[in-house]
């Protein structure tokens, strides 16, 4: 089993810059791939980004494609969105979760954090 925990959010300025971080509890963390989703105020829950188990395969959502970076160190348990050119749009809570497969379908993780508030004023 995976314990995760997100860190990281806050308040930030229209075009302003955060980094979340996902720790991860455990010595089996590399062998997840790990997504981050977001759900905004009156919005379901969404897909953000996704990296696979080594690092290598990384995908993202249309709305946040050269904008967020998703990474992982495996050495430390972590993983982490690098969030540039924040727009208010952006504003939701941030979740991490760990699954078996590089994939968008909030249905193929089995563990997730509680998520983080992101909040971006215009």
């Known amino acids: 089993q995976v314990q995760l925990v997100e860190s990281g959010g806050g308040l930030v300025q229209a075009g302003g810059s955060l980094r979340l971080s996902c720790a991860a509890s455990?010595?089996?963390?590399?062998?997840?791939?790990m997504g981050w989703f977001r759900r905004a105020p009156g919005k379901e829950r969404e897909f953000v980004a996704t990296?696979?188990?080594?690092?290598?395969?990384?995908y993202y959502a249309d709305s946040v494609k050269g904008r967020l970076t998703v990474s992982r160190d495996n050495a430390k348990n972590t993983a982490y969105l690098q969030m540039n050119s924040l727009k208010p749009e952006d504003t939701a809570i941030y979740y991490c979760?760990?699954?078996?497969?590089?994939?968008?379908?909030?249905?193929?993780?089995?563990?997730w954090g509680p998520g983080v508030q992101v909040t971006v004023s215009s």
């Open positions: 979760a760990a699954g078996q497969a590089v994939v968008r379908s909030q249905e193929r993780y089995d563990y």
């Open positions: 990296i696979s188990r080594g690092g290598a395969a990384k």
């Open positions: 455990g010595r089996t963390f590399s062998s997840y791939a």
